[in-house]
T-cell receptor, first 117, second 115 residues
Framework: DAGVIQSPRHEVTEMGQEVTLRCKPISGHNSLFWYRQTMMRGLELLIYFNNNVPIDDSGMPEDRFSAKMPNASFSTLKIQPSEPRDSAVYFC???????????????FGPGTRLTVT | SQQGEEDPQALSIQEGENATMNCSYK?????LQWYRQNSGRGLVHLILIRSNEREKHSGRLRVTLDTSKKSSSLLITASRAADTASYFCATAPIMSSGSARQLTFGSGTQLTVLP
């Protein structure tokens, strides 16, 4: 298995531009998570999906952030408009769902390093 | 604040020595997991210990869990330079409904193993 695939690996954009991050989870996994990692705030959960349905988006910082999962093998995280403070590494992870979200290990993608100038 | 907090924030040891990292958390949990992150990479799952377990081993890793003290430790024996990474604990807090919430990660311990 190729693992969780994220693209692009690096993104540099100017303030105000739209940014779209992509994720392909591991086949057979039915939970998908988007995280953001910064030195100041550590690893933060932004949103997660079960069976393609968003369950908890309370971690999404603002309305500028949106996430979709149109099918079991693809998800996007969009930032529009982007701001310098959005600069971070964004990780996608997937897992089996089981009886509770924390019951299974999560498999992380390599991340997308976003720089907004 | 973070559910899980690792201690120390940074640890530097010589190759061959043992490394011990600690994690404290605040609420009742379903399980606790440890992850490793190499520089510039994603997190990799190391081990999961359930709330009814006290100790678990995986290769050179030993994890303990003390639910009465709300703490866990990760011991890496006979460390190698390749063990240099950040180590995170992640907890699955139990909600009042009894179900487990998604994982909450601590801020990590940066381990450096010197050759």
């Amino acid at each position: 298995d190729a693992g969780v695939i994220q693209s692009p690996r690096h993104e540099v954009t100017e303030m105000g531009q739209e940014v779209t991050l992509r994720c392909k989870p591991i086949s057979g996994h039915n939970s998908l998570f988007w995280y953001r990692q910064t030195m100041m705030r550590g690893l933060e959960l932004l949103i997660y999906f079960n069976n393609n349905v968003p369950i908890d988006d309370s971690g999404m910082p603002e309305d500028r952030f949106s996430a979709k999962m149109p099918n079991a093998s693809f998800s996007t995280l969009k930032i529009q408009p982007s701001e310098p403070r959005d600069s971070a590494v964004y990780f996608c992870a997937s897992s089996l769902k089981g009886s509770g979200q924390g019951n299974y290990e999560q498999y992380f993608g390599p991340g997308t390093r976003l720089t907004v100038t | 604040s973070q559910q899980g907090e690792e201690d120390p924030q940074a640890l530097s040891i010589q190759e061959g020595e043992n490394a011990t990292m600690n994690c404290s958390y605040k609420t009742s949990i379903n399980n606790l997991q440890w992850y490793r992150q190499n520089s510039g990479r994603g997190l990799v799952h190391l081990i999961l210990i359930r709330s009814n377990e006290r100790e678990k081993h995986s290769g050179r890793l030993r994890v303990t869990l003390d639910t009465s003290k709300k703490s866990s430790s990760l011991l890496i024996t006979a460390s190698r330079a390749a063990d240099t990474a950040s180590y995170f604990c992640a907890t699955a807090p139990i909600m009042s409904s009894g179900s487990a919430r998604q994982l909450t990660f601590g801020s990590g311990t940066q381990l450096t193993v010197l050759p």
